[in-house]
Nanobody
Framework: QVQLVESGGGLVQAGDSLRLSCAAS????????VGWFRQAPGKERQFVAA????????SYAESVEGRFTISRDNLKNTVYLQMNSLKPQDADAYYC??????????????????WGQGTQVTVSS
């Protein structure tokens, strides 16, 4: 059974940092690209960042470029999202997702096969 478990969310002030983790089990993690998405209530899930199976390629949404960094440790089956200079508009539920490597990093949720349950990030102004 494939499981993705996010952790690290919480309440911070604008300008603070958080590091989210996504721990995977039940799949050959090193064969999967991983993406982070975020979603506000009643809105569509939005792409945040993605990383290739090897960690050699990354992709970011324009809104987080330069502030967020995605990384992975395949020995620990974990992907991280370091979020710096957080803004109130970054507040959302954050989800990680895994997709088999198909030679490209996907930005659309429908391209991902497995999803975690999410972790909430709240940013006060």
């Amino acid at each position: 059974q494939v499981q993705l478990v996010e952790s690290g969310g919480g309440l911070v002030q604008a300008g603070d940092s958080l590091r989210l983790s996504c721990a995977a089990s039940g799949l050959t993690f090193s064969r999967y690209n991983v993406g982070w998405f975020r979603q506000a209530p009643g809105k569509e899930r939005q792409f945040v960042a993605a990383i290739s199976w090897s960690g050699g390629r990354t992709s970011y949404a324009e809104s987080v470029e330069g502030r967020f960094t995605i990384s992975r440790d395949n020995l620990k089956n974990t992907v991280y999202l370091q979020m710096n200079s957080l803004k109130p508009q970054d507040a959302d539920a954050y989800y990680c997702a895994a997709a088999p490597d198909g030679g490209r990093l996907y930005r659309r949720p429908e391209n991902y096969d497995y999803w975690g349950q999410g972790t909430q990030v709240t940013v006060s102004s």
